[in-house]
């Protein structure tokens, strides 16, 4: 599975958006960018995917760039229960690991 | 539905003593994993299984054995613990489709090794 590369650290205001950027030019055709984040001690928690296209969920959006080398992770509303460990993964579907690297720690700030 | 859920929450134990840690997911997921989160540290997967009586060999398997003998359950042994697998670990499942494979986590087994 490609590798990311991640901001170790952000701040984000309460009620602005929180955008998390996140790199893996080594890509494959068939790989998909998965989102999790982990608050404070507990499981990490499914945020986003995709593969080309921009998605959008309850919880966040994500950018894709057309290359798909790199995409964003948007909040579009921070609060502070958003203040968490973002992890970006690239990984092929169908059972395999996910692979964690260091993450950006997110703090929404009052 | 419980989701995901992990027993013991807490564990404090003597090096060389055994344990068994123990995940149970009701959401009928093929998909289970193990996965080990030291301080500071992303997640790393330790052993994981692709259906009942199946198990494979994560990327930090030494030291550690699973079983897989009902669907929904999923047991990670250590037989003679040792201070460095002192961590918090993690259980996971996911159902996978052609389209997704996200994967659900449970809330974690503070594990001391004294």
């Known amino acids: 599975d490609a590798k990311t590369t991640q901001p170790t650290s952000m701040d984000c205001a309460e009620g602005r958006a929180a955008n998390l950027p996140c790199n893996h030019s080594?890509?494959?055709?068939?790989?998909?960018v998965y989102w999790y984040r982990q608050i404070h001690s507990q499981g990490p928690q499914y945020i986003i995917h995709?593969?080309?296209n921009n998605e959008t969920n309850e919880m966040a959006s994500l950018i894709i760039t057309e290359d798909r080398k790199s995409s964003t992770l948007i909040l579009p509303h921070a609060t502070l229960r958003d203040t968490a460990v973002y992890y970006c993964?690239?990984?092929?579907?169908?059972?395999?690991?996910?692979?964690f690297g260091g993450g950006t720690r997110l703090m929404v700030k009052p | 539905n419980a989701g995901v859920t992990q027993t013991p929450k807490f564990r404090v134990l003597k090096t060389g003593q055994s344990m068994t840690l123990l995940c149970a997911q009701d959401?009928?997921?093929?998909?289970m994993y193990w996965y080990r989160q030291d301080p500071g540290m992303g997640l790393r997967l330790i052993h994981y299984?692709?259906?009942?009586?199946?198990?494979a060999k994560g990327e930090v398997p030494d030291g550690y054995n699973v079983s897989r003998l009902k669907k929904q359950n999923f047991l990670l042994g250590l037989e003679s613990a040792a201070p460095s697998q002192t961590s918090v670990y993690f259980c996971?499942?996911?159902?996978?489709?052609?389209?997704?494979?996200?994967?659900?986590f449970g809330p974690g087994t503070r594990l001391t090794v004294l």
């Open positions: 996971a499942s996911s159902s996978w489709t052609s389209s997704t494979d996200t994967q659900y």
């Open positions: 080594t890509i494959s055709g068939n790989e998909y």
């Open positions: 995709g593969l080309k």
């Open positions: 993964i690239v990984r092929r579907n169908a059972g395999n690991m996910l692979t």
């Open positions: 959401m009928n997921h093929e998909y």
């Open positions: 299984s692709v259906g009942e009586g199946t198990t």
